[in-house]
């Protein structure tokens, strides 16, 4: 099944992140459901975050990953796009999810899809009113 994706941060080609939220959902026109909210993270930021937290950094190797829930930690310290991209992929295919093909979305085409596309989208809104 072919699957749309957006990603909300700004992604210049020549950068690489150490981690990165993306939706997925069906590119399925007549799909009324939610978008997954997925979080990628490197062990670059799950080493930052856990540190903070006082826990241990889970023990992935180098290409290998981690799924919990909603969340893939991935064995990188960081991730181009396409890297990215793969590790999408990776943690679909690994939770049942069928994929032949990410497409890339909008924000217009997944706004109201999850719990953080629709506070990205109130927020907006707020600032389109307070701007005018």
């Known amino acids: 099944m072919k699957r749309k994706y957006y990603i909300p941060a700004e992604w210049n080609p020549d950068e690489r992140h150490t981690w990165e ?9 007549n799909y009324e459901g939610e978008s997954i909210w997925l979080t990628v993270d490197s062990l670059t930021s799950a080493a930052e975050y856990l540190q903070e937290e006082e826990r241990p950094v889970p023990q992935v190797e180098i290409g290998q990953f981690s799924i919990d829930s909603a969340d893939i930690l991935v064995g990188a310290k960081d991730f181009s796009k396409e890297e990215l991209l793969h590790w999408v992929e990776v943690w679909l295919k690994e939770s049942g999810f069928s994929v032949s093909e990410l497409i890339e979305a909008t924000f217009e085409d997944l706004k109201n899809t999850n719990d953080e596309a629709r506070a990205t989208a109130q927020a907006l809104e707020a600032l389109r009113k307070e701007t005018n």
């Open 21 to 29: 939220d993306v939706w997925v959902m069906p590119d399925d026109e």
